[in-house]
């Protein structure tokens, strides 16, 4: 039998060091927990139906008429858009979108909006775009409804809304808030 390269590690059962590899590979699917094969499986079919859906807003958008090609460019950014938040990558562009403005796509929320408009937009782009459009309905629609199952997996596909800090603090006509008019006469 030919030389074995590959070497297994003796401080943690069923994890292989790849050949010429620093870190052990710790990605085996036959040790993974059921909660990362889900999010990985959900995240992958996410990346998938988005890829999708731009393939088929540049397509749309590639006939000569202009509310085609306006629609079309502006479905494929927001496709591209999601692709990347599901992916989390490249760095750069989680510097512009992983920030308070844009924290909103990061959310179930967020998302299921951000989809929606998707749909109905790709409902409009001929028989490709209506079957894409279920399919992303279908896609966010399920994720719902194995997060209700599964809200550990829920939780590491999402993340939760930010809360605002200021929701206790009133201003007054006059520009004083609540807390700076407290025991004086308004």
């Known amino acids: 039998s030919p030389q074995d390269t590959t070497r297994h590690s003796p401080l943690v059962p069923n994890t292989i060091d790849l050949p010429f590899a620093d870190q052990p590979f710790?990605?085996?699917?036959?040790?993974?927990?059921?909660?990362?094969?889900?999010?990985?499986?959900?995240?992958?079919?996410?990346?998938?139906?988005?890829?999708?859906?731009?393939?088929?807003?540049?397509?749309?958008?590639?006939?000569?008429v202009y509310l085609h090609i306006l629609i079309g460019v502006l479905m494929a950014l927001m496709s591209l858009t999601m692709l990347l938040v599901t992916m989390e990558a490249p760095p750069f562009a989680m510097k512009v979108l992983d920030t308070k403005r844009f924290a909103f796509l990061f959310t179930f929320r967020g998302r299921y909006i951000i989809?929606?408009?998707?749909?109905?937009?790709?409902?409009?782009?001929?028989?490709?775009?209506?079957?894409?459009g279920a399919v992303t309905l279908a896609l966010i629609f399920g994720i719902r409804f194995v997060g209700v199952r599964h809200p550990e997996a829920f939780s590491e596909l999402f993340r939760q809304p930010l809360e605002?800090?200021?929701?206790?603090?009133?201003?007054?006509?006059?520009g004083q808030t609540l807390e700076s008019t407290e025991g004086q006469q308004v």
């Not at 059921?34 to 079919?45: I, Y």
């Not at 989809?115 to 894409?132: A, K, P, T």
């Open 26 to 64: 710790t990605e085996n699917p036959a040790i993974m927990s059921s909660k990362h094969r889900l999010t990985r499986s959900f995240r992958s079919a996410s990346a998938v139906v988005y890829l999708i859906n731009t393939v088929v807003s540049v397509i749309f958008a590639s006939k000569k």
């Open 115 to 132: 989809d929606l408009i998707i749909s109905l937009f790709l409902f409009g782009m001929g028989i490709l775009g209506i079957i894409m």
């Open 164 to 174: 605002d800090d200021d929701d206790d603090t009133f201003v007054t006509y006059d």
